[in-house]
C-alpha cells in the first residue's frame, strides 16, 4: 500500500539555523499538508497546499515558513530561521484529487529539535 | 471557528473492557468526521470516518463512532479493548482541506 515518507525522521538544529523538512507524498494525490504538533498538544494544522499554490495556512505559519513542490514528487516545508519554540513533530499529510474524498494520508513525521 | 474538544486526556483501562472517546466539535456547516491513531512510535493512522449517511460507522480494529448531529459528537467506541490498543486517539474535523485535531486521548490498556 503506497505511504507518504519523510525525511529526516528527527533533525537537531541550532536557533537561528534554515531547516527543510521533506515529504514525498502518494504519488496520484494532489492535495498536501503540513501539520505540527508540540509535545504534549494538539496536531495543529500549518498549510495546505494544491494546484502549486498555498491554498490555505494557518496564523502559525508566518513569514519563517515557506513550502514548495520542486519536483513533482517532493513536498518540502522550509523554516528560515528556526526558534525554540518550532521545537515540534512535524507531519507531512496528502489526499486524493477526488474532492469526494476527504481522507488524508499521514507520513510518520520529522522530529525537529531546535537547540 | 471550528474547535474540536475530546473529554479525556488519560484513559487506563483493563483488556477486555470497553472503551469510549468523546469527542464533541462546534462548527455551523457541513463536517467530515475522523478518528485517527497513533500508535507508540508511529504515525497518524485513520480509524473511521463519517461523511454523510448511516450515522453509525465502522472502522478497523473494531472501533465504530456515531455522529450524533444534535449534539455536535462523534464518539469512539470499542466493545472489548485489547493490549494493542494502546495508543493516542485523535478526534479531527475538516468542513474542506484542513484537518482540525482535538487535543487527543492517551489510552493506556494494562494485561
Known amino acids: 500500500e503506497p505511504e507518504v515518507t519523510q525525511t529526516p525522521s528527527h533533525q537537531v538544529t541550532q536557533m537561528g539555523q534554515e531547516v527543510i523538512l521533506r515529504c514525498v507524498p502518494i504519488s496520484n494525490h494532489l492535495y498536501f499538508y503540513w501539520y505540527r504538533q508540540i509535545l504534549g498538544q494538539k496536531v495543529e494544522f500549518l498549510v495546505s497546499f494544491y494546484n502549486n499554490e498555498i491554498s490555505e495556512k494557518s496564523e502559525i505559519f508566518d513569514d519563517q515558513f515557506s513550502v514548495e513542490r520542486p519536483d513533482g514528487s517532493n513536498f518540502t516545508l522550509k523554516i528560515r530561521s528556526t526558534k525554540l519554540e518550532d521545537s515540534a513533530m512535524y507531519f507531512c499529510a496528502s489526499r486524493p484529487a477526488d474532492r469526494g474524498i476527504y481522507e488524508q494520508y499521514f507520513g510518520p513525521g520529522t522530529r525537529l529539535t531546535v537547540t | ?111
Open chain 2, 1 to 111: 471557528a471550528q474547535s474540536v474538544s475530546q473529554h479525556n486526556h488519560h484513559v487506563i483501562l483493563s483488556e477486555a473492557a470497553s472503551l469510549e472517546l468523546g469527542c464533541n466539535y462546534s462548527y455551523g456547516g457541513t463536517v467530515n468526521l475522523f478518528w485517527y491513531v497513533q500508535y507508540p512510535g508511529q504515525h497518524l493512522q485513520l480509524l473511521l470516518k463519517y461523511f454523510s449517511g448511516d450515522p453509525l460507522v465502522k472502522g478497523i480494529k473494531g472501533f465504530e463512532a456515531e455522529f450524533i448531529k444534535s449534539k455536535f459528537s462523534f464518539n469512539l467506541r470499542k466493545p472489548s479493548v485489547q493490549w494493542s490498543d494502546t495508543a493516542e486517539y485523535f478526534c479531527a474535523v475538516s468542513s474542506w482541506g484542513k484537518l482540525q485535531f482535538g487535543a487527543g486521548t492517551q489510552v493506556v490498556v494494562t494485561p
